[in-house]
């Protein structure tokens, strides 16, 4: 599993170095204004049901299925069950995004509420939104594709996916917006490019292994209903972050002008150890527990996770330590513009700092839900995702008001947290996980790695108003000797602590 990890970390890294050019090229062509606050909430909410049906709850419904039928049944019927899948979730779809164009500025309204005393920042995200909504359709299928990719160990090709979602979106917005009376507007056109350029891009791919759909509407069929009645419950449980995140955008809404904007630039810079980390992880290994579980090797299945929960702890502390003392330098040296002053790297590093307190709960959630949905269990994921949604709505009116922005990244934090303890403590009294030896050294040699990288990078990190006042040339090598010596420090402590590069390579250290 190590090898097909590093691919889809590998990719995935691509493509978010890739997300951090995009969102620079954003900040300074357009800044923290009222045209990108429009625009986040266009992109947001096509995003957001990408993630819940898509890449969440459609996903996590349909790779264990498709494993089954992968490994009990011959090719004939494993196509046909394709092809079924397919036509379905593609009637839905298209349904689904002909009711988003028309209902544009409802929906709009729905999510960015804020929105409605100003006729023309509502205008503005109803017309992207139309051009955004469509993305909805050809990801969902690109995500069909990626899972049949993955279930036959064809992790690269969905993980290099998204690089072609930030090359749309880059080249609309230097080459397109100037064009265009409104020129934010060209970023969602880049959207919708992407969309039908992703998909057609994994086509080539789903030939080789002779499994490209043909698209047959049966929702009556029995994997097609099995996928349904698992997805139901999925729709919350796998996508609670996600909707932490949007109620965060519709409180935003009625704060003052770049609140959503500032969120919205410290959860991309969240998003990126998240992506290398938590969905490389997620990607990987629902695969491996479906197949456990399908051979029933519960010792295998176990094993899994506990290799997937050790990474999470070796990479993913370094990273939420580096993303909180690092914070302000990397949104100035990414994001600071003539449109992006001072004071919005100010706010926004509030939030990411907020956010990063989250990071080893967030990733914590990618590993341990499909624990869950491997075995089919879809419905104790949502009695905890409602939960911790009823507990981010309790925080997020109690921490915006003395933190305003920040308290509504800090909220998700929390309930991300609540989650991942919830999602734990049910695998451990289930006895489905259980834990190998050697935790307790491993837990002492992190935190002490961990400790030495914090002081190393406060230490190098000083005040913020050392960074906002700077050159951008200056910024970017300072930026990359605190990111290369942390690392460094951090993995040379590792190894003098005794880890090795095998102990990467299985679970037991």
């Given at each position: 599993m190590l090898k097909s990890l590093a691919k889809v970390g590998s990719n995935t890294l691509v493509s978010r170095v890739l997300g951090f050019v995009r969102d620079l090229v954003f900040a300074h062509l357009f800044g923290a204004s009222a045209g990108t606050d429009a625009f986040f909430v266009a992109f947001k909410i096509p995003n957001f049901l990408r993630r819940l049906f898509a890449e969440g709850a459609f996903s996590v419904a349909f790779v264990p299925v498709l494993t089954e039928y992968k490994e009990k049944r011959g090719f004939d019927q494993l196509k046909l069950f394709i092809d079924h899948v397919a036509g379905t979730l593609g009637v839905v779809l298209l349904a689904v995004t002909l009711l988003g164009i028309i209902g544009a500025p409802v929906l709009v309204m729905i999510f960015a509420p804020g929105f409605i005393g100003d006729p023309e920042k509502l205008t503005l995200a109803s017309d992207?939104?139309?051009?955004?909504?469509?993305?909805?359709?050809?990801?969902?299928?690109?995500?069909?594709?990626?899972?049949?990719?993955?279930?036959?160990?064809?992790?690269?090709?969905?993980?290099?996916?998204?690089?072609?979602?930030?090359?749309?979106?880059?080249?609309?917005?230097?080459?397109?917006?100037?064009?265009?009376?409104?020129?934010?507007?060209?970023?969602?056109?880049?959207?919708?490019?992407?969309?039908?350029?992703?998909?057609?891009?994994?086509?080539?791919?789903?030939?080789?292994?002779?499994?490209?759909?043909?698209?047959?509407?049966?929702?009556?069929?029995?994997?097609?209903?099995?996928?349904?009645?698992?997805?139901?419950?999925?729709?919350?449980?796998?996508?609670?972050?996600?909707?932490?995140?949007?109620?965060?955008?519709?409180?935003?809404?009625?704060?003052?002008?770049?609140?959503?904007?500032?969120?919205?630039?410290?959860?991309?810079?969240?998003?990126?150890?998240?992506?290398?980390?938590?969905?490389?992880?997620?990607?990987?290994?629902?695969?491996?527990?479906?197949?456990?579980?399908?051979?029933?090797?519960?010792?295998?299945?176990?094993?899994?996770?506990?290799?997937?929960?050790?990474?999470?702890?070796?990479?993913?502390?370094?990273?939420?330590?580096?993303?909180?003392?690092?914070?302000?330098?990397?949104?100035?040296?990414?994001?600071?513009?003539?449109?992006?002053?001072?004071?919005?790297?100010?706010?926004?590093?509030?939030?990411?700092?907020?956010?990063?307190?989250?990071?080893?709960?967030?990733?914590?959630?990618?590993?341990?839900?499909?624990?869950?949905?491997?075995?089919?269990?879809?419905?104790?994921?949502?009695?905890?995702?409602?939960?911790?949604?009823?507990?981010?709505?309790?925080?997020?009116?109690?921490l915006v008001f003395p933190l305003a922005h920040a308290g509504l990244a800090l909220a998700t934090t929390l309930s991300a947290s609540l989650n991942a303890f919830l999602l734990f403590r049910g695998l451990r009294r289930e006895g489905i996980y259980v834990p190998q030896s050697g935790w307790a050294l491993l837990l002492l040699r992190a935190v002490a790695a961990s400790s030495l990288l914090a002081l190393v990078l406060f230490w190098g990190a000083g005040a913020l108003s050392e960074w906002t006042t700077t050159t951008t040339v200056e910024k970017v090598w300072r930026l990359l000797g605190l990111v290369g010596g942390g690392s460094l420090v951090y993995f040379a402590a590792l190894w003098i602590l005794g880890i090795r590069l095998r102990h990467f390579r299985s679970s037991s250290v």
């Amino acid at each position: 599993m190590l090898k097909s990890l590093a691919k889809v970390g590998s990719n995935t890294l691509v493509s978010r170095v890739l997300g951090f050019v995009r969102d620079l090229v954003f900040a300074h062509l357009f800044g923290a204004s009222a045209g990108t606050d429009a625009f986040f909430v266009a992109f947001k909410i096509p995003n957001f049901l990408r993630r819940l049906f898509a890449e969440g709850a459609f996903s996590v419904a349909f790779v264990p299925v498709l494993t089954e039928y992968k490994e009990k049944r011959g090719f004939d019927q494993l196509k046909l069950f394709i092809d079924h899948v397919a036509g379905t979730l593609g009637v839905v779809l298209l349904a689904v995004t002909l009711l988003g164009i028309i209902g544009a500025p409802v929906l709009v309204m729905i999510f960015a509420p804020g929105f409605i005393g100003d006729p023309e920042k509502l205008t503005l995200a109803s017309d992207m939104l139309r051009l955004t909504f469509p993305y909805l359709f050809f990801i969902s299928l690109t995500a069909l594709a990626g899972g049949i990719l993955n279930s036959h160990d064809r992790f690269g090709i969905p993980a290099f996916t998204p690089v072609l979602l930030n090359i749309s979106m880059i080249g609309c917005a230097l080459w397109l917006s100037p064009m265009m009376d409104r020129p934010v507007v060209a970023l969602a056109w880049g959207v919708l490019f992407a969309g039908i350029v992703q998909l057609l891009f994994q086509a080539p791919f789903l030939i080789q292994l002779k499994l490209l759909p043909k698209f047959k509407f049966a929702p009556k069929d029995e994997g097609v209903r099995k996928i349904g009645r698992l997805m139901l419950p999925a729709l919350f449980g796998v996508s609670v972050t996600q909707l932490n995140l949007l109620l965060d955008t519709l409180i935003a809404s009625f704060l003052v002008t770049g609140s959503i904007s500032w969120l919205y630039y410290s959860d991309r810079l969240m998003e990126f150890p998240l992506g290398v980390l938590g969905v490389a992880l997620g990607t990987v290994i629902l695969p491996s527990l479906s197949r456990t579980h399908a051979t029933e090797s519960t010792d295998g299945f176990s094993h899994t996770l506990d290799w997937g929960l050790r990474w999470v702890l070796l990479l993913g502390t370094p990273a939420a330590v580096g993303l909180f003392l690092l914070s302000g330098p990397m949104i100035s040296t990414l994001f600071q513009s003539n449109a992006f002053s001072a004071e919005d790297v100010a706010m926004a590093q509030k939030s990411l700092m907020a956010y990063s307190l989250g990071l080893v709960p967030f990733i914590l959630i990618k590993v341990l839900a499909p624990g869950y949905y491997a075995r089919q269990d879809t419905r104790t994921p949502v009695r905890i995702a409602v939960i911790a949604m009823a507990a981010n709505m309790v925080m997020n009116i109690v921490l915006v008001f003395p933190l305003a922005h920040a308290g509504l990244a800090l909220a998700t934090t929390l309930s991300a947290s609540l989650n991942a303890f919830l999602l734990f403590r049910g695998l451990r009294r289930e006895g489905i996980y259980v834990p190998q030896s050697g935790w307790a050294l491993l837990l002492l040699r992190a935190v002490a790695a961990s400790s030495l990288l914090a002081l190393v990078l406060f230490w190098g990190a000083g005040a913020l108003s050392e960074w906002t006042t700077t050159t951008t040339v200056e910024k970017v090598w300072r930026l990359l000797g605190l990111v290369g010596g942390g690392s460094l420090v951090y993995f040379a402590a590792l190894w003098i602590l005794g880890i090795r590069l095998r102990h990467f390579r299985s679970s037991s250290v």
